[in-house]
């Protein structure tokens, strides 16, 4: 690879360690204020029932970024099929959220674009094939 390519290609680093950073922000956020993150997601703040809902959001969402801080810290060729997965889940999110109030459906598109951009770079990053003889550093 050509050395600027190779600079590209590092820098997937801190788009997978952001994308992790951000599932976890998004989790804590859901239990710290559950009334403002059924509000960007555009849905009513008085019933108990959406609350419930964007708790188990956070949830996932936690979930989904410890995940992606562990695999990228103790096993990184496995972002090059965990992020594309991800993706599934945002793009969900996406589509339940369409129609309702601006930013709702936009971040997820956002997200799903941002997992996308890491997906190609994990899978483009010759360090990250498991049967390369480079190894990720």
Sequence with gaps: LTQPFQQIMTRWVHIAVRVGSCFV???VSCFASPISAAESYGFPTTD????????????????LG??????FFFYPPAIRVFAPSTMLVTLGDAAMTMGRPFPAPYQHHFGSLVLLVLSVCAWLDPRLDPMSDQKCQ
Excluded: H
């Excluded at 410890?66 to 695999?71: G, I, M, N």
């Design 48 to 63: 108990e029932d959406t609350l419930r809902w964007v708790k188990v959001t956070g949830i996932r969402d936690l979930s």
């Design 66 to 71: 410890v995940a992606t801080l562990v695999l």
């Design 25 to 27: 922000g998004l989790g």
